[in-house]
């Protein structure tokens, strides 16, 4: 028997769409606007795939500072819950002590920028929480794009280390020091840099529908680009 699914959270990591604050890599290759735009479609679509699962809570962690504008672009999706502290360790160590601290539940934390991610993926997540007590998913950088737990571990996230390429094996070592057992959701990768998008644009060609938001962004995007490099060639303008 499988447990019932109202103890399943599903929290997504999340940001206001605001110019210099969001997938900031990006920007080195991205207008500040075409950034933010981009990000709102990666919410969205990451929105739409978290209600798919159906009888799983889902919510919102970001910045205090966040809040009022995040709820009003998520509506009636999901609920929105301000962190404690700065920084995404301090996001992460906020969302098992909000949804798992005094009531035990399968949490999983996910970030806002893999909407293209197969939903079995995150059901498979859930299920491997019934068994192990920290389930994570990793990245083909060193990262993770999810981590769930069934209770609240303080010291499982801590400041060094997040958002380099040894943040999954920093998580790690703290598990088995805490003597958690740990089991993985399928590797996968999110969007950082202008190769990310590439690589997307290409998988959301095939199947614009695991996340249609995004799939109809990246092909303007596509025009926009192909159509700047081809004005670069002839003299009619520059990237």
Known sequence: MHPSGNDRVLVIMAKAPRPGQVKTRLALSLSPEAVTGFYCCLLD?????????????????????????????????????AQKGEGLAAGLTSVFAHFAERHPRRTIAFNSDSPHLPRSVLEDGFETLATHDVVVGPTYDGGYYLVGAKASHPTLFARDGMGTRSALERLLSRARTLELSVGFAAPFYDIDVVDDLTRLAEELQLAPARAPRTAAWLKEWELVAGQSWTNSRTGKGEL
Do not use: F, I
């Open 45 to 81: 679509d990451t929105l739409a795939l978290a209600r798919s699962l159906g009888d799983v809570e889902v919510a919102l962690m970001c910045p205090e500072s966040d809040v009022t504008e995040l709820a009003q672009l998520a509506g009636s999706k999901a609920s929105v819950v």
